[in-house]
């Protein structure tokens, strides 16, 4: 058992071992400490220090069906180009949820994150980090290259190391495989189901959307040997901000300030308006967060420039 104390302040580590010796100690519990607040941190140490062949998450509100483990690893000798499985989720919830719930249950993770089982499609990168499972070897050969996720690490911010993981994995020439023989449960509390969180959600893909663009930036601008500038970054952000905003009319827009609703239009613009926010408020930092990129992403593009493409123009 690894446990990460990332930069607690309530008591995790004596709690912990308080638990574990009342339980007898079933097998060897290793406490790593890892002082820099934020999932990101946390999951990059975690993984780093597992042993075995298969690393796979599961959040503590998932409860994996017993034969999890065994068809994930039948499923990874079917194809060796299989670098990540995605399964299905089950919502099981406190109370009755909200009838809304059903056209939005993908931002809760519930569900599945592609329709029907096999491959995802070519250059798909959407994965869900519940009940992901990917191969130690190729996460270390990753950080070997010096991979590491610009997302999540901000305290409070836990989304988007999985998909930097699976776009890592793509330039490597993994695929990403989903089946509903993986099937595991995602307990939802009350509180937890309300419009104010949706929207919560939604805004942390605003802020996980700013890191994607970076990524998207940086591979156009690598292909057609253009400079990494912060006068071009901005000019290509704010063109494909526009873009994005184009098909709302202006009394969409208007409404979504003045008048809030349950409407999905206006999920939609607070997440445009997250990833404005996170641009301004992160630019700065900008061409150093693209230098980390490219530390590992040119190796793996001149391995096989064709493995990977970004899923979006950038104009």
Known sequence: MILVNNASTDNTIDFSKEVWQKLNSPFPLKIINENRPGKGYAVETGYDAAQYSYILTVDDDNWLQSDYLIEAAKLFQVDAKIG????????????????????????????????????????????????????????????????????????????????????????????????????????????????????????????????????????DSYSKGNPVTLKALNFKFFRHWHKLMRPFTLKQQIAYWILPRQEYYQLVLLRQYSQLKWFLKLQKESLLDINKLQTWVIPLLKQNP?????????E
């Open 306 to 314: 064709e493995n990977f493409k970004w899923p979006y123009e950038l």
């Open 84 to 219: 990540i499985l995605q399964g299905h989720s089950t919502g099981v919830f406190e109370e009755e949820p909200p009838a809304w719930l059903k056209e939005v249950e993908q931002f809760f993770i519930i569900g599945s994150p592609v329709k029907e089982s096999g491959y995802f499609p070519k250059d798909s990168f959407y994965v869900w980090g519940a009940g992901m499972v990917i191969k130690k070897t190729d996460w270390v050969y990753l950080r070997s290259l010096g991979f590491t996720a610009l997302t999540s690490k901000l305290p409070g911010k836990a989304a988007g190391e999985d998909n930097e993981t699976a776009i890592g994995l793509l330039l490597l020439g993994r695929k990403i495989y989903y089946s509903d023989k993986l099937q595991y449960q995602h307990f939802m509390p009350t509180d937890r189901i309300s419009w104010s969180k949706l929207k919560q959600n939604i805004e942390t893909t605003g802020y996980v959307a700013y890191y994607f663009f970076l990524y998207a930036f940086f591979l």
